[in-house]
């Protein structure tokens, strides 16, 4: 059964921006907190964002503070991260996340999106 489905990826230049969008379905629609993780080539999985079902708070990466937004549309089970300011390093596989825990912790996501590759170049 599929629970998250994200799209929204490709490939663009160092400076542009892109929307990456997830929707959840199945048990994965009821998750209170979702959000975004992502994972380089040869790198460990990083946290990227995070946002409340009512999205009255939503927490970033320190790094990509200011670059990134989440939001969510609770009505179609969607979770966005609009990224601006793309640069080549910010190039990932980017993974849409569900749970009930609001926290950066990778392991304490229950559902999880196949991935959607994003990357940059200068």
């Known amino acids: 059964q599929v629970q998250m489905v994200e799209s929204g990826g490709g490939l663009v230049q160092a400076g542009d921006s892109l929307r990456l969008s997830c929707t959840a379905s199945?048990?994965?629609?009821?998750?209170?907190?979702m959000g975004w993780f992502r994972q380089a080539h040869e790198k460990e999985r990083e946290f990227v964002a995070a946002?409340?079902?009512?999205?009255?708070?939503?927490m970033y990466a320190d790094s990509l503070k200011g670059r990134f937004t989440i939001s969510r549309d609770n009505a179609k089970n969607t979770v966005y991260l609009q990224m601006n300011r793309l640069k080549p390093e910010d190039t990932a596989v980017y993974y849409c996340?569900?749970?009930?825990?609001?926290?950066?912790?990778?392991?304490?996501?229950?559902?999880w999106g196949q991935g959607t590759q994003v990357t940059v170049s200068d």
């Open positions: 199945g048990r994965a629609s009821d998750s209170g907190v």
């Open positions: 996340v569900g749970g009930s825990l609001y926290t950066k912790t990778p392991s304490s996501y229950e559902y």
């Open positions: 946002i409340f079902r009512s999205g009255s708070s939503a």
